[in-house]
């Protein structure tokens, strides 16, 4: 994604350059694939949303966005739906087959950042700009869990491939994890500065970039492994 409003796509095999997404008209901000790999979902900073299908290009702004940045896109399990949370303060979630919005709901802090889809569930997480993480079904009236520790935004957030634990960077320079049934922080690893995450297939590893430096490092804790990237921070995406 790009600060002028495109989206490349490369085969990560060959470098082959696949494609080249375009009708943005600001800054994208948050780039997600569904589960199935059939829908490229996107957000900028002019609170615009696009679905797109790597078949047929361009694709039409999802109908009524949000009045912020977009600051998180996450797509359901089943492929079927999406959730976007936004420096307005708002989640929506949306029917990617009509590209309208079936539900809003308001965060308890007036910015959000980031937000993840249960791998099975069909609840999101979503962070603040306070550092406050918050757990809910998506029909459900009020958050069941909150996940407290983190002092700055939640940059980025994602559930283990089981759902057991949910993981968070923030820009208070550490990525956390918790139990999600009991809310209980599990482990902390400390940064040189704003880090990104992945985790692994298989959810026993994380993968954190930060400060030109890459560690990976067992998700139930342990020692990690410092890898050297380079002057420059590393961004993870898996």
């Keep these: ?22 009708g943005h008209n600001a800054q994208v901000n948050e780039l997600v694939w569904s589960r199935d790999g059939t829908r490229l979902l996107s957000g900028d900073d002019h609170g615009e949303l696009r ?12 109908s009524g966005g949000h009045q912020a940045p977009v600051t998180g896109v996450a797509a359901s399990p089943d492929g079927t739906k999406a959730v976007s949370s936004s420096q307005d303060g708002r989640l929506l979630f949306w029917d990617l087959a009509t590209g309208r919005p079936i539900q809003e709901t308001l965060g308890l802090n007036p910015s959000l950042g980031a937000v993840a889809y249960h791998p099975t569930e069909d609840e999101v997480a979503f962070g603040d700009t306070l550092g406050g993480v918050l757990r809910r079904a998506r029909q459900a009236r009020l958050p069941a869990r909150l996940y407290t520790g ?3 935004e939640i ?4 559930f283990t491939p089981d759902g057991n634990q949910l993981l968070a960077a923030s820009w208070d320079g550490t990525v956390r994890s918790w139990d999600t049934d009991n809310g209980g922080l ?3 690893w400390r940064t040189l500065g704003l880090a990104s995450f992945d985790i692994s ?20 804790g342990g020692p990690c492994a410092l890898l050297r990237h380079g002057e420059r921070d590393a961004t993870i995406k898996g």
């Design 51 to 62: 679905c797109w299908n790597p078949e047929v290009r361009p694709k039409a702004p999802l």
């Design 201 to 220: 297939p298989d959810g026993t590893r994380v993968a954190i970039g930060h400060s030109g430096r890459l560690q990976f490092c067992p998700v139930e």
């Design 155 to 158: 940059t980025e957030l994602a």
């Design 1 to 22: 994604a790009s600060g002028d409003g495109s989206i490349i796509q490369w085969d990560v095999a060959t470098f082959e350059l696949l494609g080249r997404y375009e």
């Design 186 to 188: 599990r482990n902390t």
């Design 150 to 152: 983190a002092q700055d």
